[in-house]
């Protein structure tokens, strides 16, 4: 029995000093400055225990009962605190009202557990006894959770569930002092279901954490969410604000309908227009068919092959009403071979011959991306093209990762081909760059599709000219085996937002 | 009755916390390609049946893995036709076989070759017919892909394996102090690959030491030193420093001097070169063919395999060169020769640990682990997307006795490496019980030549190395540790220096 109810001392401490971490963490991790967010933290929590414990002493009657009760409620409040503040940083502006509200509700209820505890016990022992096997314990607690949740719990589990797991924990004290104390409760059978239940609630939000985090994760986007799927390949989400749909591809930014035109069309007409009788287009990637869409601008194209990785991307900009609104039902097009395949192995294997090859794919923000930028890459791919064949490679943007396009630009050159760099203003986007690519010299159209909103043959020469802080830097090229581009990549971006 | 517990407490637990959560998989497979029962027929001199049939070419090459093969494609290029290559094992490629599953091709062992040197020649030669050299550039979709390697250390993962993090001043400095080193013994170029061109007796005074004691000697105590030398050791030789010649700790660092971003690489390993020599000489080789007896006859020999006497006028040995006095008519038993046992597995794994902290690498080792990590087989896909992959595991069992460990190899049972390799793999992916479907074991009790202290210049060693008479010996233990240049090296000049004999 002695040891029993010392382990349960040991267990609340660790209990209470796990949410304080995760709260001094949370706080650190999405507000920064961690010297402020973790001495607040510490002062208020012991401030509000110290609270806890004054209050006490109006707890006459009950003991048992209350503490029970007090358990449980650590345990709803401590396990899904961490879920709450994720949720609020990401959906409300009260962030740290939450948090120091939580910090103080948690703290007053640790801060009335022990004096409970030790009045409950106290004819059992000699006060003596009672003080110090109970202080010894609680600290002994608060060393295994603070040794705990570096090592294991924030590696393995994470705040969300690490917080859930030691709400169940509390929970557990709950429902195991109603055995313990059993003889001074009057109705141990209700409060055992309660506790059951509460911690079946906390089981599922364990189970469910990762969800809470996507959730929270998702509310990056500023705009109402209309569409959210996690495929096999990614997680695609569209937001809407007003007539502004945007596509966001594991949460980077593709398009939004605003002025995806101006992106679309200078990736399109500039290479396509300058081929004097194109008659198959390959596109790789490009799955919300707006590439496709400027491509069926030119009625004299018989074929237009699409390889893109995702089918629910295709599909998705195939069948939803207001992406086909938008791509102009582009998919359903006869002339449109949709492959839903992987690029590189797609593109090594096929042997079909294409007069332009449009290349649009995600930023090179990881190795498995990179390698679609890569000489070999851009070798085979040049395999396809036909003797007036030209290709267009989407490139980043030369004003924000300025090595990052200069080094694709410089690849595609030692993959063997003439490069014509040139970029345009998105505003979603900012300055964003482009690089026709042929083993023949390339000249400017001179004309152009009716009906585009921005390319312009008198317009075009400008897109081809750098100003001084775009202008071109000396770069290696980006090879499989020596990926500098995803290193690049990552510093500009690094640069911008610092 | 604790299982009954223990599932009770699973089952309770699993309701308890939601259904959603994925309890561990029933992990599948078994030992393969084991091929000791074939060698203690050989050691114990078991009763073969007598021949019933006479075949007679020039040449037997004994041994079908790279030493043998590479003879093979020697005297193929220079239209010398009248030999076959017997291997005992029902599959070719030695110490270079693979496997292959729904997934991907995946090695057996060796997995790939350092971008090759100036004085490979052989290698550069094999490799411009192969199309992995093309005038003077080196094939990029062979290269190993970024990012190549990493190191979990102190709860994290670095780039690269050599120790990066944590370092002391003490540490960087002695690891400044070896490469120094390491670049004068480059620049004598005694130093090589393959080892014979540069081989030199001024370096013997290395080869009585073991490279612990030379590290000792030189004053680099650093422990992180010490951890990445004795992987290196056991990754090439399967040995530690301490059962290792400091000669071929040198040797390691300072006969390489990479003109590109390697190493080569394939989904296979060194399969992928297997494969592509086979589909030249596949009608010379002849698997299942375990020669029992290599008998003198006149100037010949009379070579015994299954229900086959092969009557041949030269032997290329290109088998493990332990074996030869257990076939060869009147040979005296051998001193120097010391092999390392090895295992190795090949985990199928249903998708990556949400525990693997980086972007997917090729080679992954873990500080302070007797093990060496584990490579993954669809690092070289040119896909962008992989769910499920082959993890290939190394593991040398380099500390203590050879002879003990090679006992361990055999008497513990599938289970028991099963749980020791996944034991490994828990300390730096505690989820992976939960991605592995299935776990196939090789054991090799003779895995590789031990290039132990005196093994270099070892008399024995120099004598059978002379590519010299009728019996060519070929296999790579005649450099004193086993690599695929070595073992090509010796193929190829096996089979020039008999062609010369031919010739008269």
């Given at each position: 029995?002695?040891?029993?109810?010392?382990?349960?001392?040991?267990?609340?401490?660790?209990?209470?000093?796990?949410?304080?971490?995760?709260?001094?963490?949370?706080?650190?991790?999405?507000?920064?400055?961690?010297?402020?967010?973790?001495?607040?933290?510490?002062?208020?929590y012991?401030?509000?225990?110290?609270?806890?414990?004054?209050?006490?002493?109006?707890?006459?009657?009950?003991?048992?009962?209350?503490?029970?009760?007090?358990?449980?409620?650590?345990?709803?409040?401590?396990?899904?605190?961490?879920?709450?503040?994720?949720?609020?940083?990401?959906?409300?502006?009260?962030?740290?009202?939450l948090?120091?509200?939580?910090?103080?509700?948690?703290?007053v209820?640790?801060?009335?557990?022990?004096?409970?505890?030790?009045?409950?016990?106290?004819?059992?022992?000699?006060?003596?006894?009672?003080?110090?096997?109970?202080?010894?314990?609680?600290?002994?607690?608060?060393?295994?959770?603070?040794?705990?949740?570096?090592?294991l719990l924030?590696?393995?589990?994470?705040?969300?569930?690490?917080?859930?797991l030691?709400?169940?924990?509390?929970?557990?004290?709950?429902?195991?002092?109603?055995?313990?104390?059993?003889?001074?409760?009057?109705?141990?059978?209700?409060?055992?279901?309660i506790?059951?239940?509460?911690?079946?609630?906390?089981?599922?939000?364990?189970?469910?954490?990762?969800?809470?985090?996507?959730?929270?994760?998702?509310?990056?986007?500023?705009?109402?969410i209309?569409?959210?799927?996690?495929?096999?390949?990614?997680?695609?989400?569209?937001?809407?604000?007003?007539?502004?749909?945007?596509?966001?591809?594991?949460?980077?930014?593709?398009?939004?309908?605003?002025?995806?035109?101006?992106?679309?069309e200078?990736l399109?007409?500039?290479?396509?227009?300058?081929?004097?009788?194109?008659?198959?287009?390959?596109?790789?990637?490009g799955?919300?068919?707006?590439a496709?869409?400027?491509?069926?601008?030119?009625?004299?194209?018989?074929?237009?092959?699409?390889?893109?990785?995702?089918?629910?991307?295709?599909?998705?900009?195939?069948?939803?009403?207001?992406?086909?609104?938008?791509?102009?039902?582009?998919?359903?097009?006869?002339?449109?071979?949709?492959?839903?395949?992987?690029a590189?192995?797609?593109?090594?294997?096929?042997?079909?011959?294409?007069?332009?090859?449009?290349?649009?794919?995600?930023?090179?923000?990881?190795?498995?991306?990179?390698?679609?930028?890569?000489?070999?890459?851009?070798?085979?791919?040049?395999?396809?093209?036909?003797?007036?064949?030209l290709?267009?490679?989407?490139?980043?943007?030369?004003?924000?990762?300025?090595?990052?396009?200069?080094?694709?630009?410089?690849?595609?050159?030692?993959?063997?081909?003439?490069t014509?760099?040139?970029?345009v203003?998105?505003?979603?986007?900012?300055?964003?760059?482009?690089?026709?690519?042929?083993?023949?010299?390339y000249?400017?159209?001179?004309?152009?599709?009716?009906?585009?909103?921005?390319?312009?043959?008198?317009?075009?020469p400008?897109?081809?000219?750098?100003?001084?802080?775009?202008?071109?830097?000396?770069?290696?090229?980006?090879?499989?085996?020596?990926?500098?581009?995803?290193?690049?990549?990552?510093?500009?971006?690094?640069?911008?937002?610092? | 009755?604790?299982?009954?517990?223990?599932?009770?407490?699973?089952?309770?637990?699993?309701?308890?916390?939601?259904?959603?959560?994925?309890?561990?998989?029933?992990?599948?497979?078994?030992?393969?390609?084991?091929?000791?029962?074939?060698?203690?027929?050989?050691?114990?001199?078991?009763?073969?049946?007598?021949?019933?049939?006479?075949?007679?070419?020039?040449?037997?090459?004994?041994?079908?893995?790279?030493?043998?093969?590479?003879?093979?494609?020697?005297?193929?290029?220079?239209?010398?036709?009248?030999?076959?290559l017997?291997?005992?094992?029902?599959?070719?490629?030695?110490?270079?076989?693979?496997?292959?599953?729904?997934?991907?091709?995946?090695?057996?062992?060796?997995?790939?070759?350092?971008?090759?040197?100036?004085?490979?020649?052989?290698?550069?030669?094999?490799?411009?017919?192969?199309?992995?050299?093309?005038?003077?550039?080196?094939?990029?979709?062979?290269?190993?892909?970024?990012?190549?390697?990493?190191?979990?250390?102190?709860?994290?993962?670095?780039?690269?394996?050599?120790?990066?993090?944590?370092?002391?001043?003490?540490?960087?400095?002695?690891?400044?102090?070896?490469?120094?080193?390491?670049?004068?013994?480059?620049?004598?170029?005694?130093?090589?690959?393959?080892?014979?061109?540069?081989?030199?007796?001024?370096?013997?005074?290395?080869?009585?030491?073991?490279?612990?004691?030379?590290l000792?000697?030189?004053?680099?105590?650093?422990?992180?030193?010490?951890?990445?030398?004795?992987?290196?050791?056991?990754?090439?030789?399967?040995?530690?420093?301490?059962?290792?010649?400091?000669?071929?700790?040198?040797?390691?660092?300072?006969?390489?001097?990479?003109?590109?971003?390697?190493?080569?690489?394939?989904?296979?390993?060194?399969?992928?070169?297997?494969?592509?020599?086979?589909?030249?000489?596949?009608?010379?080789?002849?698997?299942?063919?375990?020669?029992?007896?290599?008998?003198?006859?006149?100037?010949?020999?009379?070579?015994?395999?299954?229900?086959?006497?092969?009557?041949?006028?030269?032997?290329?040995?290109?088998?493990?060169?332990?074996?030869?006095?257990?076939?060869?008519?009147?040979?005296?038993?051998?001193?120097?020769?010391?092999?390392?046992?090895?295992?190795?597995?090949?985990?199928?794994?249903?998708?990556?640990?949400?525990?693997?902290?980086?972007?997917?690498?090729?080679?992954?080792?873990?500080?302070?682990?007797?093990?060496?990590?584990?490579?993954?087989?669809?690092?070289?896909?040119?896909?962008?997307?992989?769910?499920?992959?082959?993890?290939t595991?190394?593991?040398?069992?380099?500390?203590?006795?050879?002879?003990?460990?090679?006992?361990?190899?055999?008497?513990?049972?599938?289970?028991?490496?099963?749980?020791?390799?996944?034991?490994?793999?828990?300390?730096?992916?505690?989820?992976?019980?939960?991605?592995?479907?299935?776990?196939?074991?090789?054991?090799?009790?003779?895995?590789?030549?031990?290039?132990?202290?005196?093994?270099?210049?070892?008399?024995?060693?120099?004598?059978?190395?002379?590519?010299?008479?009728?019996?060519?010996?070929?296999?790579?233990?005649?450099?004193?540790?086993?690599?695929?240049?070595?073992?090509?090296?010796?193929?190829?000049?096996?089979?020039?220096?008999?062609?010369?004999?031919?010739?008269?």
């Amino acid at each position: 029995m002695g040891i029993l109810l010392f382990i349960t001392v040991l267990l609340i401490a660790a209990c209470g000093l796990i949410y304080e971490l995760i709260a001094g963490t949370l706080a650190s991790y999405l507000l920064g400055d961690s010297v402020l967010q973790f001495s607040t933290i510490i002062g208020c929590y012991l401030f509000a225990m110290g609270i806890g414990s004054a209050l006490s002493r109006y707890i006459d009657r009950g003991l048992a009962y209350r503490f029970v009760w007090i358990e449980l409620l650590l345990g709803v409040v401590g396990g899904f605190s961490s879920a709450l503040l994720f949720l609020a940083f990401a959906y409300t502006q009260g962030f740290q009202l939450l948090m120091y509200a939580l910090v103080i509700v948690i703290g007053v209820l640790v801060g009335l557990e022990i004096p409970l505890l030790m009045r409950i016990i106290r004819d059992r022992y000699h006060f003596r006894d009672v003080v110090a096997h109970v202080l010894t314990f609680d600290y002994l607690g608060a060393l295994g959770a603070s040794l705990l949740f570096p090592i294991l719990l924030v590696p393995y589990l994470g705040l969300v569930r690490s917080a859930m797991l030691f709400g169940i924990i509390n929970v557990g004290v709950a429902l195991w002092s109603t055995f313990l104390f059993a003889k001074q409760l009057a109705s141990a059978r209700a409060l055992r279901i309660i506790c059951v239940v509460v911690m079946c609630g906390l089981g599922i939000g364990l189970a469910q954490a990762k969800r809470i985090t996507i959730a929270a994760e998702d509310n990056i986007y500023a705009d109402e969410i209309i569409f959210a799927r996690d495929t096999r390949y990614q997680h695609i989400v569209l937001t809407r604000f007003k007539d502004d749909i945007r596509l966001f591809l594991s949460s980077h930014l593709q398009f939004s309908s605003r002025d995806e035109y101006r992106y679309h069309e200078a990736l399109v007409h500039p290479g396509l227009s300058a081929i004097p009788a194109p008659r198959h287009v390959l596109v790789l990637g490009g799955g919300d068919g707006l590439a496709v869409r400027e491509i069926l601008k030119y009625p004299q194209i018989d074929s237009i092959t699409l390889v893109d990785l995702d089918p629910e991307m295709t599909r998705l900009f195939s069948t939803h009403p207001m992406l086909t609104a938008l791509n102009k039902k582009s998919f359903l097009s006869p002339k449109v071979h949709i492959i839903n395949a992987d690029a590189f192995p797609w593109v090594d294997s096929n042997t079909d011959s294409f007069d332009f090859i449009v290349i649009d794919f995600p930023d090179p923000t990881n190795y498995s991306l990179g390698k679609l930028y890569t000489t070999a890459f851009y070798k085979a791919a040049a395999r396809h093209l036909s003797a007036q064949g030209l290709m267009v490679v989407q490139s980043t943007s030369p004003m924000f990762a300025r090595d990052s396009y200069w080094c694709i630009a410089q690849t595609l050159k030692q993959a063997g081909l003439r490069t014509y760099p040139y970029h345009v203003y998105v505003p979603s986007f900012g300055e964003w760059g482009f690089v026709i690519a042929a083993f023949r010299d390339y000249e400017l159209p001179t004309s152009l599709p009716d009906g585009l909103r921005f390319v312009s043959v008198d317009g075009l020469p400008g897109l081809f000219k750098f100003p001084p802080d775009m202008s071109p830097l000396p770069m290696p090229p980006n090879r499989l085996n020596d990926q500098v581009l995803v290193r690049a990549y990552d510093q500009d971006w690094k640069d911008v937002s610092h | 009755m604790s299982t009954t517990r223990r599932e009770f407490l699973q089952s309770a637990s699993a309701a308890l916390i939601g259904l959603s959560i994925k309890g561990d998989r029933v992990i599948a497979g078994s030992f393969v390609n084991d091929s000791f029962q074939l060698g203690h027929q050989l050691r114990d001199r078991a009763n073969f049946p007598q021949p019933t049939q006479i075949v007679k070419r020039a040449v037997v090459i004994v041994g079908g893995g790279i030493a043998g093969l590479s003879a093979a494609w020697r005297l193929h290029k220079k239209d010398f036709t009248d030999f076959v290559l017997l291997e005992m094992n029902d599959q070719a490629g030695g110490n270079s076989r693979w496997g292959e599953n729904e997934v991907t091709a995946y090695p057996w062992a060796a997995h790939y070759v350092p971008v090759p040197g100036p004085k490979a020649i052989y290698v550069r030669e094999l490799f411009e017919e192969l199309g992995v050299l093309k005038n003077g550039q080196w094939e990029e979709r062979y290269l190993c892909f970024t990012p190549q390697e990493r190191l979990f250390l102190y709860g994290r993962w670095q780039d690269g394996i050599e120790p990066a993090i944590g370092l002391t001043a003490a540490d960087r400095d002695q690891f400044r102090r070896l490469e120094d080193q390491i670049q004068k013994f480059r620049a004598t170029g005694k130093f090589t690959v393959p080892m014979e061109l540069g081989l030199s007796d001024s370096t013997a005074d290395l080869d009585r030491i073991s490279f612990a004691d030379w590290l000792r000697a030189q004053g680099m105590t650093s422990s992180l030193l010490n951890w990445y030398m004795n992987y290196c050791c056991r990754d090439d030789y399967g040995a530690t420093t301490g059962d290792t010649s400091a000669w071929a700790g040198i040797q390691y660092f300072a006969s390489r001097e990479p003109e590109e971003k390697g190493p080569l690489t394939w989904p296979e390993g060194n399969g992928w070169i297997v494969r592509r020599l086979l589909e030249r000489l596949g009608s010379y080789v002849h698997t299942d063919r375990m020669v029992h007896r290599i008998l003198k006859r006149g100037k010949g020999f009379s070579v015994l395999a299954g229900d086959t006497e092969y009557q041949a006028e030269f032997i290329v040995f290109a088998a493990p060169t332990f074996m030869a006095p257990y076939l060869l008519e009147g040979m005296a038993p051998l001193h120097d020769f010391e092999y390392s046992p090895w295992l190795t597995a090949n985990l199928t794994l249903e998708h990556l640990p949400d525990s693997y902290g980086t972007d997917p690498t090729w080679d992954n080792v873990f500080m302070d682990s007797p093990t060496l990590g584990y490579v993954d087989a669809t690092h070289q896909s040119l896909r962008s997307h992989v769910d499920r992959t082959v993890w290939t595991f190394y593991w040398a069992l380099s500390e203590g006795i050879s002879s003990a460990n090679r006992q361990l190899l055999l008497n513990r049972d599938w289970s028991y490496w099963k749980d020791a390799i996944l034991h490994d793999l828990e300390r730096v992916h505690p989820d992976i019980r939960s991605c592995v479907s299935r776990i196939d074991i090789m054991r090799m009790g003779h895995a590789m030549a031990r290039p132990k202290v005196g093994a270099i210049f070892s008399a024995e060693r120099r004598t059978l190395a002379q590519p010299r008479g009728r019996i060519l010996f070929a296999n790579s233990d005649l450099s004193g540790f086993s690599i695929f240049e070595e073992a090509q090296y010796r193929g190829v000049t096996a089979a020039d220096s008999l062609m010369r004999e031919v010739a008269g």
